[in-house]
């Protein structure tokens, strides 16, 4: 056995144990092979298996709640007749060593605190995983902290992201866009910055401009999240005709932007929301089939997607049978006032704590939004191949509206960068965090 044999072996073995037992592998299957019914721990669905429309009631037990309603065409939205999902190996990558170091050093100071309010938030977090093994009081709200905190490269850049919105006759309209993703505080990456000291600092940004159409060329906006977890975000938005940026309103945050379906308490890649203000109950744990190492369309949209839906073909990739924690998370009493979301059930991979799937309903407990979420694997400089969500795949469906919305990054194909692989101008931190930067955008 060679050397390079050897590292992989190892490596493999370092990502069951970091895994924590989840299950890696199988013996191949038919599209007719039979899988367990309970979506329980220790069931799962063997690599090579298909599931079309003929069978997925078989496999309804891996799937989301808002999963099988579109199997079961329960909705405006519905799966399209030919779709096709192969069940590929379950592949669990390790955590990068820095953060995992971070865990274990700074995790057993980490406090929860109650608030007068009703709220929840933590003390003396310093990196890595606040809540290793969450456990009630609060499971729910620190495997949610969990996922708030999870591992992101400290620097992405994807320099042509595109989103669609589709309308109830299938019609759509594109937009692009270049996007800079900065995390700011409690990083664990080598070469990252220095921790940002004081009251104010910064978490983690996120800038966006527009490319494409040539109308909205140059417009843009910029999230501001901080260290502080009670502190409300900020948001800014440039806009051209004006030459300057200005602030957005806190009231706009369940304004739908662009013309798609996100919020603003939808950003950072799912959820994008004050920790301390919501209420967060852990549901299950359980398995569901996810695709995340997707290689999505380099053509145009709606090239290589099944349509109407706008879902993967079998071209994106194998899915997995994945470990999920499931929670349910709604606004303490005291902020309801003028929320858009009654609820949201979110589905958040169980080993790195990205969300995979989320269904959201309105103030009147109605369902209104599901979202799926594909997040892409990447190679970190000096940490290698992650499940990130920095860059990925969304696809929202309003079910009330009948509108629909698909979104890439990166898009066609196009470069992305992470961490020092980005070139120069992208380190810049007062160009692409602070408000101010934006007024540089057309100078």
């Known amino acids: 056995m060679g050397i390079g044999e050897t590292t992989k072996r190892i490596t493999y073995v370092i990502a069951i144990c970091l895994a924590a037992g989840i299950y890696i592998g199988g013996t191949a299957a038919g599209e007719n092979a039979q899988a367990p019914m309970d979506g329980a721990s220790g069931s799962t669905i063997p690599p090579g298996t298909v599931i079309t429309m003929a069978n997925w009631q078989r496999y309804r037990a891996f799937m989301p709640d808002g999963m099988a309603a579109l199997f079961e065409g329960k909705y405006f939205w519905k ?23 971070a865990t274990e050093r700074y995790s057993p100071q980490v406090r929860l605190v109650e608030l007068p309010d009703g709220g929840v938030t933590l003390d003396n977090y310093h990196g890595g995983i606040p809540f290793p093994n969450p ?34 006759t299938l019609n759509y309209n594109c937009q692009a866009y270049t996007a800079v993703k900065r995390q700011l505080a409690y990083n664990t990456d080598a070469e990252a910055p220095a921790e940002p000291p004081g009251p104010n600092a910064k978490y983690f940004t996120e800038w966006f401009m527009t490319l494409e159409p040539e109308q909205d060329r140059y417009t843009a906006y910029l999230t501001v999240n901080y260290a502080d977890p009670s502190r409300s975000e900020d948001e800014y938005a440039f806009l051209p005709a004006l030459r300057r940026y200005q602030p957005v309103s806190s009231t706009a945050r369940c304004s739908e932007s662009g013309g798609m379906d996100a919020t603003f308490e939808d950003f950072h890649n799912g959820f994008d929301s004050n920790l301390t203000e919501l209420d967060a109950e852990y549901i299950a744990h359980r398995r569901i089939i996810a695709l995340v190492d997707p290689h999505p369309p380099t053509a145009p949209f709606p090239a290589d997607v099944d349509m109407p839906l706008g879902w993967p073909t079998p071209s994106w990739g194998k899915w997995q049978v994945r470990d999920v924690d499931v929670l349910k998370i709604k606004k303490i009493p005291a902020k309801t006032a003028g929320y858009c979301y009654g609820r949201r059930v979110m589905y958040a991979d169980s080993q790195f704590s990205s969300i995979l799937w989320e269904e959201m309903d309105n103030m009147q407990m109605q369902p209104w939004k599901i979202l799926a979420i594909f997040p892409l694997q990447v190679d970190v400089p000096q940490v290698g191949a992650i499940n990130t969500a920095a860059l990925d795949v969304e696809v929202f469906w309003d079910i009330q509206r009948h509108h629909a919305s698909f979104s890439s990054e990166p898009a066609n194909g196009r470069p992305y960068y992470i961490n020092e692989q980005a070139p120069h101008e992208y380190h810049d931190d007062a160009r692409y965090t602070t408000p101010a930067g934006l007024n540089l955008i057309m100078r």
């Open 79 to 101: 799966m399209p007749p030919d779709v096709r999902i192969e069940i590929g190996p379950t592949v669990i990558l390790p955590l990068p060593r820095g953060y995992l170091a």
């Open 135 to 168: 456990a009630e009081p609060h499971k729910g709200w620190k495997t949610l902290a969990n996922v708030w905190y999870r591992y992101i490269p400290h620097l992405s850049v994807d320099t042509y992201g595109s989103g669609c919105a589709i309308d109830a």
